[in-house]
């Protein structure tokens, strides 16, 4: 019994953290599918070509059947088929699109009784892709009356120091401070270099899921304040298994709770949330009161543009893969953002309808004002590139685009040290 449950932990444990910004570990056979487009992108009508390899240990596979299937974005097949790889190669016709948007063609073969997957997918002009969420005409008098209401609850912050995570240039705590509504608090980690100064600050935010956090201590010796904080309401320094229960229990599923409901759905408190994080960060006498900028991936990155956005004092962003973008998109036939629970017809009532278009990162985005910085892949299918699109696309601000067109919901090393160089540039930080 306690073997099976560290090995749901460690699974779980595992899921986050490539969630966050993990890279899939490397494997024996490897499926590789490459569009005839260095930038895996075409105009609308022109028709697209991949060239499918399958390699074992770096060589190509000869004589293996591999199967197939094309499909817009998210949606059902519209070709599917099988082929036999000559010399371990092939090329296979996509077809094209009528509008923009993307295709994706997965590939599946069996090596030695084991099933391996591949895949590509290609845009056709993405700039052009435009959201489908209605625009609310008291959207930001919704939002204006919660931070107002949100002000009025008492911060009342406590910081614990951590002295096992200090090093000789930071200082480390666990921190938490008044959130939206009465005994409401947000918790988080909290980095500040030890020598005397002011510092520029960053606001981390959280990918999906429920886990513990250690902050950013080493890109804070740099000379940075740096807030990582959860979103749930709940210590973000205990025993994992803690975690694991809550998200396995009372949290499963938390990103639907109270959907028919505006004012009580679950991210409003987490949306408060950030913007009290940017409060309290306003509070420490260490910060230089000027140079604030807010980073995340997948639901941190739609919280980064959510709160830049709902806060002027944010000076920049950076934003991963962002979660929550053109959600009712699967009302249009074509892609929704994460957590997808429009995919599900049943769950497309009025009332889901109506709340999700308060909280889509889509209706935040019209508001930037401010530069960001923006990566993502086309072949994630958790926060599909089409639904991020239909946000990026919007932003009318300065904008970095840095494309990782092969990758799924995962960042490379190469884009997460050109995300904290931009922001590092930005607040004038020496990243050295």
Request: net charge positive; proline share 6%.
């Amino acid at each position: 019994m306690i073997s099976k449950l560290r090995d749901v932990w460690l699974f779980v444990l595992l899921s986050l953290f490539m969630t966050a910004f993990g890279q899939p570990a490397e494997r024996m056979v490897n499926i590789k599918v490459v569009p005839n487009h260095d930038s895996w992108v075409y105009k609308i009508g022109e028709k697209a070509k991949v060239k499918i390899m399958v390699f074992v240990n770096g060589s190509l596979l000869d004589k293996t059947e591999i199967s197939y299937s094309i499909s817009p974005d998210m949606m059902p097949p519209i070709a599917e088929g099988k082929k036999i790889l000559k010399s371990g190669e092939t090329e296979l016709e996509l077809g094209t699109m009528k509008t923009s948007g993307f295709l994706r063609c997965k590939v599946q073969a069996e090596v030695e009784g084991r099933k391996y997957e591949g895949m590509a997918t290609v845009g056709f002009e993405p700039e052009k892709i435009t959201p489908t969420v209605n625009y609310p005409e008291d959207f930001w008098e919704f939002w204006e009356k919660a931070k107002m209401e949100a002000s009025k609850e008492p911060m009342n912050p406590k910081m614990t120091l951590m002295p096992e995570r200090c090093t000789s240039k930071v200082n480390v705590y666990h921190v938490s401070f008044g959130n939206y509504s009465y005994a409401s608090r947000i918790y988080g980690i909290l980095c500040i270099p030890k020598a005397q100064g002011r510092y520029p600050a960053v606001l981390k935010l959280p990918g999906a899921g429920v886990r513990a956090y250690l902050g950013e201590v080493e890109r804070a010796e740099k000379g940075v304040i740096i807030l990582e904080i959860g979103i749930h309401g709940i210590p973000v320094n205990m025993e994992g298994p803690v975690y694991t229960n809550l998200y396995m229990g009372a949290l499963r599923n938390y990103h639907s709770f109270n959907l028919d409901d505006r004012d009580r759905y679950y991210y409003k408190r987490v949306y408060m949330g950030c913007v009290r994080a940017i409060d309290f960060l306003y509070s420490l006498p260490e910060f230089d009161g000027e140079n604030l900028g807010t980073f995340g991936g997948s639901q941190g990155g739609a919280l980064s543009i959510i709160t830049a956005a709902l806060d002027n004092r944010v000076k920049g962003l950076v934003s991963y893969y962002p979660a929550l973008c053109d959600m009712v998109g699967y009302l249009h036939g074509r892609a929704g953002g994460w957590p997808h629970f429009l995919k599900d017809e049943k769950n497309r009532t009025s009332a889901r309808i109506y709340t999700a278009s308060y909280y889509d990162v889509v209706n935040f985005a019209r508001q930037i004002k401010v530069p960001g910085f923006y990566t993502f892949g086309y072949n994630d299918t958790t926060c599909p590139p089409t639904s991020v699109y239909s946000a990026y696309n919007i932003i009318k601000a300065p904008k970095t685009l840095v494309l990782a067109q092969n990758t799924g919901h995962y960042a490379y090393p190469e884009q997460t040290s050109k995300a904290w160089k931009w922001m590092m540039d930005l607040l004038k930080v020496n990243n050295k």
